[in-house]
């Protein structure tokens, strides 16, 4: 007997068929002797539908009341389920966030995971209960509903996964595993087996959503033997219920890859925005002056560049932030503009960020050299480059985002290994 934590996402809930679905997969789980405990997202497009509404009550709205709305559509889907479950003959019972409880801290709209205490679904086990848990929320210190950032029941069910000790995590999802690119882009990409902790947390962070970026820092920090796999394959189809070895793809630790490639896989973001501050004066603490009033701002930046300008006298300062932030840049690069001094700010909305991913990177010359003449070959223009040691991100024109995707996927051979 094992213990099992199962989350379901949007496209898996999304009507009353899907959760019946649903429902066939826990009870597989169920009849065959584990713990279960299942996490659910709220139907696809709801949350999307309950952020628009907030947005339209007021632009400006209180992060508090925020969460109140949406959070609620978590709590229909896990109740849906526990009566579908009921339905066929498991005792199931749903909860809220609040109930376990999950606690957080007090950032409304992006708050964290800081506790939760397992006992209290280690007793539901014990009783021969599933316990079906709204995703997405917790409760924050201010004794107030608190959502996780968007795609966040993925870290609800990792952080659940961790507090009882779990076997296993099941992310079922809309496709059967993590891919060496997003599929809906790439038709040629192939599922992988097994995909190592740091890389998939590249890959998320780098725009890969198929996991949210936290889930998976959770995951390796505490061990979770986590699986992406897929709701819309038949319940009871042979090996669905195997224990070690279900359908999908294992994140785990890198020693348990034994064909490790150079390149794993492929991530991109769109709607990325690049700012250039023309002709800053070079001396010490112009990039403190610069950086810190955007951080304190809350302005995600990303990739800098700094060169120096056609007068040759000056740096020209070159940086990216999330294109919904570039108002709010610019209001925080006007106010230091009489203690930095910047003759000119320009900005380009638009941009995306393509990214090239691999452990084997380490220890291979040459890879960012491949992608650097693939995409010239298909007049691909560069617009800023980061690399760290495991990955290459490099930014582009928007509207080129599909074809630089196929282009390094197919360059670095992931579509026929
Ligand atoms: P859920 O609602 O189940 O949480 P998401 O939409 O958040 O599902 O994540 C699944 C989606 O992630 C897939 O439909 C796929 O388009 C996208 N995706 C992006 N990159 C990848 C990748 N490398 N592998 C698999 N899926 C990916
Ligand atoms: N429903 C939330 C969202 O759409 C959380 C999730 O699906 O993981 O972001
Ligand atoms: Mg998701």
């Not at 403190?288 to 700094?306: T, Y």
Request: glycine share 8%; proline share 3%; net charge negative.
């Amino acid at each position: 007997m094992a213990r099992i934590v199962m989350k379901f996402g949007g496209t898996s809930v999304a009507d009353i068929s899907r959760i019946r679905n649903v429902a066939r997969h826990v009870k597989r789980e169920v009849d065959a002797g584990h713990d279960v405990a299942v996490v659910v997202s709220a139907m696809s497009g709801k949350t999307n539908e309950l952020v628009a509404w907030t947005r339209d009550a007021s632009p400006m709205h209180d992060a508090r009341e925020y969460d109140a709305v949406v959070a609620s559509g978590e709590q229909v889907t896990a109740g849906l389920l526990a009566i579908a479950l009921q339905n066929i003959g498991v005792h199931a019972r749903s909860w809220q966030g609040w109930q376990i409880p999950i606690k957080t801290d007090n950032a409304h709209g992006a708050a964290r995971i800081m506790d939760i205490d397992g006992s209290f679904l280690i007793q539901r086990f014990g009783e021969g209960q599933v316990a079906v848990i709204a995703g997405f929320q917790g409760i924050g210190p201010d004794n107030r509903i608190a959502t996780l950032g968007r795609g966040g029941s993925d870290t609800s069910a990792v952080a659940i996964a961790a507090a009882v000790k779990a076997d296993r995590c099941d992310i079922y999802t809309d496709v059967d595993g993590v891919y060496t690119t997003d599929p809906r882009i790439e038709p040629k990409a192939r599922r992988l087996s097994k995909i190592s902790f740091e890389e998939m947390l590249e890959m998320a962070s780098l725009g890969a959503k198929v996991l949210q970026v936290r889930s998976v820092e959770l995951a390796m920090v505490h061990r979770v033997r986590t699986f992406v796999r897929s709701s819309f394959d038949d319940p009871d189809a042979p090996g669905m219920g195997d224990l070690l070895n279900p359908p999908g793809t294992l994140i785990c630790d890198e020693e348990e890859i034994v064909e490790q490639q150079v390149v794993t896989g492929i991530a991109y973001a769109k709607d990325e925005a690049q700012i250039s501050l023309r002709r800053v004066s070079d001396r010490p603490g112009v990039a403190a002056g610069i950086f810190g009033p955007l951080a304190e701002a809350n302005i995600n930046v990303d990739m800098i560049v700094q060169n120096i300008s056609e007068d040759g006298k000056s740096t020209d300062m070159t940086f990216t932030v999330p294109s919904g932030d570039v108002d709010k840049a610019l209001a925080v690069l006007e106010t230091i503009r009489p203690t930095i001094g910047y003759d000119a700010v320009q900005h380009d909305d638009g941009m995306s960020k393509v990214s090239v991913i691999g452990i084997g990177m380490r220890s291979h010359a040459g890879v960012a050299a491949t992608a650097f003449k693939a995409l010239a070959e298909k007049s691909i223009n560069i617009r800023a480059i980061t690399t760290s040691e495991i990955k290459i991100s490099i930014l582009i024109d928007g509207p080129y985002t599909e074809l630089a995707v196929r282009t390094l996927h197919s360059v670095y051979g992931l579509d026929k290994q």
